[in-house]
């Protein structure tokens, strides 16, 4: 099967400008994470999806972060306006979470973004 | 909410030796524990898991046990090979919801 894909896979922005990271999951796959991981840290949760419904959003920085999921399969991140404490790399994951199912998450190759 | 301490940061074992790397976490209500290993560069791939109902797993040279009274998970990775070395997260979540992660452990294996 595909895997999840994302882009851009690196981003260069200025302080106070905006950004976008889109994802795409794997087919069928219900549940989707959006992660950042701070350089030497581990993946951090942003906000967690079941099909185009939040589960979780409560390490989202609402004020400057967004994320959607239209129609339960892409999804998309949005920082507006980024601050330098935003340098990370943003991953992507889904899972079935069907009934029984292995409940696997598959990440990503993220986007690494560097705000200057 | 949950809280997942990972030790050690870094750790330097001989080809061949055994690695352990422990976990401990917060929440007694998390039922499910993966391990991930990140390659420099690359996405984390799931190399083993184990929910609470169980105490030990293996697959070929890795295991993981829990402990559900003391709240801590190990991965043991034995006969280790250059190709080990990576960082390995561990993660805890109740039924699949909200994913913590730990710091991570950087392993080198000397050749």
């Known amino acids: 099967e595909a895997g999840v894909a994302q882009s851009p896979r690196y981003k260069i922005i200025e302080k106070r400008q905006s950004v976008a990271f889109w994802c795409n999951p794997i087919?069928?796959?219900?549940?989707l994470y959006w992660y950042q991981q701070i350089l030497g840290q581990g993946p951090k949760l942003l906000i967690q999806?079941?099909?185009?419904?939040?589960?979780?959003d409560s390490q989202l920085p609402k004020d400057r972060f967004s994320a959607e999921r239209l129609k339960g399969v892409d999804s998309t991140l949005k920082i507006q306006p980024a601050k330098l404490e935003d340098s990370a790399v943003y991953l992507c994951?889904?899972?079935?979470?069907?009934?029984?199912?292995?409940?696997?998450?598959?990440f990503g190759p993220g986007t690494r973004l560097t705000v200057t | 909410g949950e809280n997942v301490e990972q030790h050690p940061s870094t750790l330097s074992v001989q080809e061949g030796d055994s690695a352990v790397i422990k976990c401990t976490y917060s929440d007694s209500a998390s039922n499910y524990f993966p391990w991930y290993k990140q390659e420099l560069g690359k996405r984390p791939q799931l190399i083993i898991d184990?929910?609470?109902?169980?105490g030990e797993k293996k697959d070929q040279r890795i295991a993981v046990t829990l402990n559900k009274t003391a709240k801590h998970f190990s991965l043991h990775i034995t006969e280790t090979q250059p190709e080990d070395s990576a960082v390995y997260f561990c993660a805890a979540t109740y039924n699949f919801n909200k994913f913590y992660f730990g710091s991570g452990t950087k392993l080198n294996v000397k050749p």
């Open positions: 999806f079941q099909n185009n419904g939040v589960v979780d």
């Open positions: 184990i929910r609470s109902n169980v």
């Open positions: 994951a889904s899972s079935s979470h069907r009934t029984g199912a292995a409940h696997e998450q598959y």
């Open positions: 087919s069928g796959h219900a549940t």
